[in-house]
Nanobody
Framework: QVQLVESGGGLVQPGGSLRLSCAVS????????MGWHRQAPGKERELVAT????????DYADSVKGRFAISRDSAKNTLHLQMNNLKPEDTAVYYC????????WGQGTPVTVSS
């Protein structure tokens, strides 16, 4: 069992920044990659950033490339997403999970970008 708890979301103006965190606990020894997904109102969940646990290789959706940065703190079993130059279209609930969504989804953390 792996538990995922997201935090750090909130209301921010366009152009602003937020840093999301994800605490990962449980049987984590077999995890090879982690990612941040988001689901905007009325839309399907989409994968926006991934990172490999070994090597720290990252990948991003085109919509966030150059603005978002994913990182992991293996010692603390924590995943982060630094989001800069936020746009209204980034408004969504953000979730962490493996790239494939292997584990039960957490409650997510809502991000609202609005003036």
């Amino acid at each position: 069992q792996v538990q995922l708890v997201e935090s750090g979301g909130g209301l921010v103006q366009p152009g602003g920044s937020l840093r999301l965190s994800c605490a990962v606990s449980g049987s984590i020894f077999s995890i090879l990659d982690m990612g941040w997904h988001r689901q905007a109102p009325g839309k399907e969940r989409e994968l926006v950033a991934t990172i490999t646990i070994l090597g720290g290789y990252t990948d991003y959706a085109d919509s966030v490339k150059g603005r978002f940065a994913i990182s992991r703190d293996s010692a603390k079993n924590t995943l982060h997403l630094q989001m800069n130059n936020l746009k209204p279209e980034d408004t969504a609930v953000y979730y962490c999970n493996t790239k494939s969504g292997r584990y039960a989804w957490g409650q997510g953390t809502p991000v609202t970008v609005s003036s």
